[in-house]
């Protein structure tokens, strides 16, 4: 069973940044696509970014230009660089992984496997 633990999430000045991480305890093949998505209160879960086991990724347009997704494949570890935070930014974030690379890979349907998520905050 493929589990996922994110970390980084905290509380952060307009401006600023974060990086946030998920650790996946799975192989590299059980989860060649994983994604980062966010949830605001009262609002969709939706899609930030993802990227697959060669390296390859998608952004979403919700933080295009202020984010870096990232794997460390030797740790199985996802990362968000997420930059110049602004307060419509403060979510939960959650890392989601599937074993499959799909062309629409930023739908929050093709990921089966959720992590807890990570609350960030971002104060102005």
């Known amino acids: 069973e493929v589990q996922l633990v994110e970390s980084g999430g905290g509380s952060v000045e307009s401006g600023g940044s974060l ?8 192989s590299v093949d059980e989860t060649r696509a994983m994604g980062w998505f966010r949830q605001a209160p009262g609002k969709m879960r939706e899609a930030v970014a993802a990227i697959n086991a060669d390296g ?3 952004l979403a347009d919700s933080m295009r230009g202020r984010v870096t997704i990232s794997r460390d494949y030797a740790k199985n570890t996802l990362y ?3 930059n ?5 930014d403060t979510a939960m974030y959650y ?4 074993r499959k690379w ?3 890979t930023l739908l929050e349907v093709n990921y089966p496997v959720w992590g807890q ?3 960030v905050t971002v104060t102005s």
Not at 19 to 26: F, G, H, I, M, Q
Not at 84 to 88: A, H, Q, R, T, V
Not at 95 to 98: L, P, V
Request: glycine letters at 4%.
């Open 56 to 58: 390859t990724s998608k």
């Open 102 to 104: 799909r062309k629409n």
């Open 80 to 82: 968000l660089q997420m």
């Open 95 to 98: 890392c989601a992984a599937d």
């Open 84 to 88: 110049s935070l602004k307060p419509e």
């Open 19 to 26: 990086r946030l991480s998920c650790s996946a305890a799975a």
């Open 117 to 119: 998520g990570t609350q």
